[in-house]
């Protein structure tokens, strides 16, 4: 494992997800919340707009694996994706992750206002434009996000588990099925 990376418990990625793509995907999560094509709010942030086991977010996967891979130094599986609109007001609370987050990436989608920062403990700062990214040991790394004080931000998460690591049975969140072997041959 990236000695910084175990250490620090998280790393910031500049440009993890090229601008244009974090757009891309941003542009549709609004789509999908305008249109109401999502799962509501997930309990975690109440009010926000949450979207799991979507196509888009999931592709991602596949694009940032090979960098996430080099930046960790580990060798990973896919596990899945989260992605969460937040709006004025809404807050993430200090909170580690489960078995299948072993390493993630947090990354700024887009925002109209406000602070799209990411907080590790003990008190650690990661500013984010559009693209830009944290990857961390989501069990391990305490995270959150302070109030959001502008009008919308978007954020994907990608999770992956270690290939020959005590979590590898989290692999594709134990939904293989979800996810057809012309996607993942070869991984």
């Known amino acids: 494992m990236n000695p910084e990376l175990r250490s620090n418990l998280y790393l910031p990625v500049r ?4 601008p244009n793509v974090a757009g891309l995907v941003y542009r549709s999560l609004l789509l999908k919340h305008w249109r109401g094509d999502h799962k509501g709010d997930d309990g975690q942030v109440p009010s926000s707009a949450a979207f799991f086991e979507d196509s888009i977010t999931d592709a991602l996967l596949y694009e940032l694996l090979p960098k996430v891979e080099e930046l960790s130094g580990c ?5 899945y994706t989260y992605a969460r609109l937040y709006f004025y007001g809404n807050t993430l609370e200090a909170h580690r992750d489960r078995e299948a987050c072993e390493i993630s990436a947090s990354i700024n989608l887009g925002c109209s206002g406000g602070d799209p920062s ?8 990661v500013e984010m434009n559009p693209g830009d990214g944290a990857i961390y040991l989501g069990r391990e790394a305490e995270h959150w996000r ?5 009008e919308i931000m978007g954020q994907v998460f990608a999770h992956f588990v270690i290939a ?5 049975s989290f692999a594709y969140d134990k939904k293989r099925y979800l996810f057809p072997p012309l996607v993942w041959d070869g991984i």
């Open 164 to 168: 020959d690591g005590q979590f590898a």
């Open 118 to 125: 990411i907080w590790f403990e003990p008190n650690n700062r």
């Open 146 to 150: 302070p109030e959001f004080q502008g």
């Open 75 to 79: 060798k990973l599986i896919p596990t």
């Open 15 to 18: 440009a993890l997800l090229a």
